[in-house]
């Protein structure tokens, strides 16, 4: 079992850059696919991004690639997400999620375990 607590939240104007950490408990951090998700207020979940279990494959959504950035460092049980060139539509709850599947995927059902959630506001 693993413990995901989300930091790094906040009010950015558009342009702007935000770096989100996800803090995780548990002996068993590296075996898990790490996945960033938001929600924004009255829309579904929606998949951001995921990195395996080694790091070596990331994955985002086509509404933030090229601008957003994944990463893990298994050794602090840390994964993060650098967000550039931010968006108004960007504006969201942003949860970090592991999954214990071997193959990473993209639903957030998918996953087993959540972060409450941090606050990310873009304002125009």
């Known amino acids: 079992q693993v413990q995901l607590v989300e930091s790094g939240g906040g009010l950015v104007q558009a342009g702007g850059s935000l770096r989100l950490s996800c803090a995780a408990s548990g002996r068993t951090f590296s075996s898990y696919v790490l996945g960033w998700f938001r929600q924004a207020p009255g829309k579904e979940r929606e998949f951001v991004a995921f990195i395996r279990r080694s790091g070596g494959l990331t994955y985002y959504s086509d509404s933030v690639k090229g601008r957003f950035t994944v990463s893990r460092d298994n050794a602090k049980n840390m994964v993060y997400l650098q967000m550039n060139s931010l968006k108004p539509e960007d504006t969201a709850v942003y949860y970090c999620?592991?999954?214990?599947?071997?193959?990473?995927?993209?639903?957030?059902?998918?996953?087993?375990?959540w972060g409450q959630g941090t606050q990310v506001t873009v304002s125009s």
């Open positions: 999620a592991a999954d214990e599947a071997v193959v990473p995927r993209t639903a957030a059902s998918s996953y087993d375990y």
